[in-house]
């Protein structure tokens, strides 16, 4: 190089790193060699970005607030680096990661829904500063009732040959029915369930599927003709066991 006044200045950096946009001036005098000291090291210009998951209900796309989920976070080889717990409004976020791919994935599921451990989400970290979003679904745990109507034919009360095939009954909220994701009030305490009102069959039985989680009052609301009407509700709770769980199932007698 000719004696003069240079500058130095990166026109592409290595994948995972930013650009460092500094200039930097050199003196070379005749016969001498120069040196410059660059002030931007490599480790301080390495692309970093965050990643968010959203924990939502796979029937109504709700954040799932009212309980929290675990989530895994984990590198390129799928190997668990990290593990946060769901917010209050249902989503998680990994900050400060270096360029590269990573994973998302479930370990424990929120309180009322099944674990899904086999969606795997996939990142990759190549712009500086962003946030990448995705989102896990969570199959809500549902349960379901069998009543079989049962009585003393020396006690039915009417006269002739009573059966049991026929008797109308439906369910009410004994408590609050409540979303499992937000907490909202699904059914208010004393209201009718939605198409709960169904018939015995030959059996004296009725199953509904399909329910809420929560407690339920059992009424009956019509009798067949051949026997009296109690007139006494049966409850039934229909409470969370857990992750694995799907259903829940409560029988009960009238």
């Known amino acids: ?26 003196i070379i005098d ?38 929290h989920a675990e989530i895994e976070l984990l590198n390129w080889n799928r190997e668990v680096i990290d593990t946060k717990e769901t917010n209050d409004e249902g989503f998680v976020i990994f900050e400060n990661l270096p360029y590269g791919q990573y994973y998302v994935r479930e370990k424990n599921a929120p309180e009322s829904y099944l674990l899904n451990p086999d969606q795997l989400l996939e990142f990759f970290i190549d712009v500086n500063g962003e946030t990448e979003e995705g989102t896990l679904l969570n199959e809500r ?55 709960s009102l169904k018939k015995t069959d030959t059996n004296g039985q009725i199953t509904w599927d399909h329910l809420y989680l929560g407690s339920y009052d059992i009424h009956e609301i019509e009798s067949n003709g051949t026997v009296v009407i109690n007139t006494v509700d049966v409850e039934a709770d229909l409470e969370y066991k857990d992750q694995n769980t799907s259903t829940i199932s409560v029988s009960v007698t009238h």
């Open 1 to 26: 190089l000719y004696p003069g006044i240079y500058e130095i200045y990166e026109v592409k950096q290595p994948n995972g790193y930013n650009l460092d946009n500094n200039r930097y001036e050199v």
């Open 30 to 67: 005749s016969g001498n060699q120069a040196s410059v000291t660059v002030s931007r090291t490599l480790k301080d210009r390495v692309i970093k970005g965050s990643i968010k998951v959203w924990k939502k209900d796979a029937e109504n796309q709700k954040p799932i607030t009212v309980t």
């Open 141 to 195: 745990v549902y349960g379901s009732i069998k009543l079989t109507k049962e009585f003393l034919p020396t006690e039915s009360g009417m006269t002739g040959e009573a059966h049991l095939e026929g008797v109308s009954y439906a369910l009410f909220a004994h408590s609050d029915i409540l979303d499992s994701a937000d907490g909202s009030v699904i059914y208010e305490k004393g209201s009718m369930i939605t198409d």
